[in-house]
C-alpha cells in the first residue's frame, strides 16, 4: 500500500505523489515568536513532526522548512510593551521555541527562514504583484492584494463570497481598500514599527510585511533552490485553513502562474475542556511547565498519537498519565528483547514473526492519513504478545521459545524512529554510577572463569539500562547514553 493524505484541497484522502520523487518538500507554518509556544501549538508541531518522520520511513528525501514569524502584529505590540526592540524581544523566545522542540524530540527543520531576514524577498514579491496588477497601493499607503483580480480566491476554505466579506468586516482599515475582502501585502510604517525597529524601505513605502506575504515569500524563496515554485506538502493547525492559507496561496500563484502546493494538511486543535488551548483564553500549558514537572517528552508524543491528527483531543492529567504508563512498558519491553537478543540473537523464531506482523499493520496504519492511533494500537498489541512469548522462554534457550529476539528488537527501533516515544535515559546518579561499577566487576570475574555466557548477560542489562561498554587495553570504560 503506497501513502494517502487527506487533502483540504479536494477534502478527500488521495494518494500522496511528490512532484519530483524521492524528494518532498514541506513548508510548515512556524511559531509567532512573541512569546513561549503553548501544548496546542506543540501538537501541531508533533503532528507535522509524524508526517515528516513517516515520510522518511517511507524513503522519502524530505526537505522540511519551518518559517520563525519574527515580525507581526502580536511581536511588535509585545516588544512596544517591554520598552525593547523587537530583535531584542523575539531572540530569547526563538531560543525557547528551538529548546521546547528538542525536549519533545521534533527533529528539527532543515531551514529557519526569518521574517525579518527575508525582507528583500517579500519586497520583490510585492513588486512582482503590484506589476502584474493584481495589487495596488491603498489610500492608506499599505499595499492590498485585489481579491477580485483572482478568480480561485475561496477555494481553499470553500466560504462563499458572503461570508468572506463578513469575515474581512472585522479587519480594520476597510476605508482604503477598493474592496473590503482585499488584504494587506504590505503595511504602512506606523509610529510604534518605527519605535521597535519594524520598518523597512520599500519602492511602494516605508512599511513592513502582512503576516501571509511572510510565509508565501519565505516558502518560494526556500524551494527556489531546487527550481520549483510548488512545495509538495504545506501544513499547520486548522485555524489557518482562512484567512492565512487562502491569502498565502492568492499571493503565490498570482505571483508565479503555478500551483503553490500539491497538499494541504491541517491538524485539529488541542483543546481544554472543549475550548481550543490558546495565550487568549488563558488556558495554555507551555512544553517548560511539563519539564519543570519532569514529564517525559515521550508520554506527551505517545498521548498525543492516540488520537488522530484530524481529531480534537482534550489535554488532561489522566490521559498524561495513562501515556506516562505505556511508555514505561515500552522501555521494559525494549530492555527484555535486548536481553534476550544478547544472549539469542540468531534465530529465527515468534518473536520475529509478531514484529513482522507489526511492522506491516504499522505501515498500513501510517500510510492511511497517518493513522497513528491504529499504528499504536498494533505496537501495544506486540507489547503484549511479545511479553507472552518472552515469558515463555523464561526456563532458557534451546527450547524454541522466544526466539527471534534480534529481529524484533529491530523491527521495535525501526517503529521507535517515526514514533520516538521510548522512556528517556535517566539521568546518571551517584547510585546508578555505583550499580554499573558493580555490574562491571561481576562480568570481569564472569569473565576470568571463562563464562562468557554469563558476561554477555551482564552486558545486555547494562545496555537495558543505557549503558555501553568499550573494552580496552586499559580496562573496560562504559558510557550513560
Ligand atoms: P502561532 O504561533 O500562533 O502562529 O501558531 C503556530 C501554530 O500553532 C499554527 O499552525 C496554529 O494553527 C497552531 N495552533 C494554535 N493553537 C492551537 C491549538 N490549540 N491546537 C493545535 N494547534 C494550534
Ligand atoms: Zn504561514
Excluded at 435 to 446: M, N, P
Aim: with cysteine.
Amino acid at each position: 500500500m503506497a501513502l494517502s493524505l487527506y487533502n483540504t484541497l479536494t477534502r478527500r484522502v488521495e494518494p500522496f505523489t511528490p512532484l519530483l520523487p524521492p524528494r518532498v518538500t514541506i513548508y510548515t507554518c512556524g511559531p509567532t515568536v512573541w512569546q513561549y509556544a503553548h501544548l496546542g501549538n506543540f501538537r501541531t508541531f508533533l503532528f507535522e513532526d509524524l508526517l515528516r518522520r513517516h515520510l522518511e520511513f517511507l524513503g522519502y528525501d524530505v526537505f522540511h522548512i519551518m518559517n520563525l514569524t519574527d515580525v507581526d502584529d502580536r511581536t511588535i505590540k509585545a516588544a512596544a510593551a517591554a520598552g525593547k526592540r523587537l530583535e531584542e524581544h523575539t531572540a530569547p523566545f526563538v531560543q525557547a521555541f528551538f529548546d521546547d522542540r528538542d525536549y519533545l524530540r521534533i527533529q528539527p527543520a532543515h531551514v529557519y527562514p526569518r521574517a525579518t531576514e527575508a525582507i528583500p524577498a517579500m519586497v520583490r514579491l510585492v513588486g512582482q504583484l503590484l506589476d502584474k496588477g493584481v495589487a495596488y497601493k491603498g489610500e492608506d499607503g499599505s499595499v492590498y492584494f485585489a481579491i477580485g483580480k483572482f478568480p480561485t480566491y475561496g477555494r481553499l476554505s470553500r466560504l462563499d463570497r458572503r461570508e468572506l466579506k463578513v469575515g474581512a468586516r472585522v479587519a480594520s482599515d476597510e476605508y482604503a481598500k477598493d474592496d473590503p475582502r482585499d488584504f494587506a501585502l504590505w503595511k504602512r510604517a506606523e509610529p510604534i514599527d518605527e519605535q521597535v525597529g519594524a520598518a523597512w524601505d520599500a519602492p511602494f513605502g516605508r512599511g513592513r510585511p502582512g503576516w501571509h506575504l511572510e510565509c508565501s515569500a519565505m516558502s518560494l524563496d526556500a524551494i527556489s533552490r531546487f527550481g520549483v515554485a510548488t512545495l509538495d506538502i504545506h501544513a499547520g493547525g486548522i485555524d489557518l485553513i482562512f484567512p492565512h492559507h487562502e491569502d498565502e496561496i492568492a499571493q503565490s500563484e498570482a505571483a508565479t502562474g503555478q500551483p503553490f502546493a500539491r497538499f494541504w494538511l491541517h491538524g485539529e486543535f488541542l483543546n481544554v475542556r472543549g475550548t481550543k488551548m490558546s495565550k487568549r483564553f488563558g488556558n495554555f500549558l507551555t512544553a517548560r511547565d511539563l519539564r519543570e514537572q519532569r514529564v517525559d517528552a515521550a508520554a506527551v508524543r505517545l498521548l498525543f498519537w492516540q488520537t488522530h491528527y484530524r481529531q480534537a483531543l482534550d489535554f488532561n492529567d489522566e490521559a498524561l498519565e495513562g501515556a506516562k504508563e505505556g511508555v514505561k512498558r515500552l522501555g521494559e519491553l525494549r530492555a527484555r528483547l535486548v536481553e534476550r537478543a544478547a544472549v539469542d540473537s540468531a534465530r529465527p523464531g515468534v518473536l520475529a514473526e509478531l514484529a513482522s506482523e507489526l511492522l506491516s499493520e504499522f505501515g498500513i496504519a501510517l500510510d492511511d492519513d497517518l493513522g497513528a492511533p491504529r499504528a499504536v494500537a498494533a505496537l501495544f498489541e506486540f507489547v503484549r504478545a511479545a511479553n507472552r512469548e518472552l515469558d515463555r522462554g523464561q526456563g532458557g534457550i534451546g527450547t524454541g521459545a522466544a526466539a527471534g529476539a534480534g529481529a524484533a528488537l529491530a523491527v521495535f527501533d525501526r517503529v521507535m524512529t517515526v514514533l520516538d516515544v521510548l522512556p528517556t535515559a535517566k539521568a546518571l546518579t551517584p547510585e546508578f554510577a555505583a550499580w554499573v561499577e558493580g555490574q562491571l566487576a561481576a562480568r570481569e570475574k564472569a569473565r576470568r572463569a571463562k563464562d562468557f555466557r554469563e558476561a554477555d548477560r551482564i552486558r545486555a542489562a547494562l545496555r537495558a539500562k543505557g549503558v555501553e561498554l568499550e573494552d580496552t587495553p586499559a580496562g573496560t570504560k562504559w558510557r550513560a547514553g
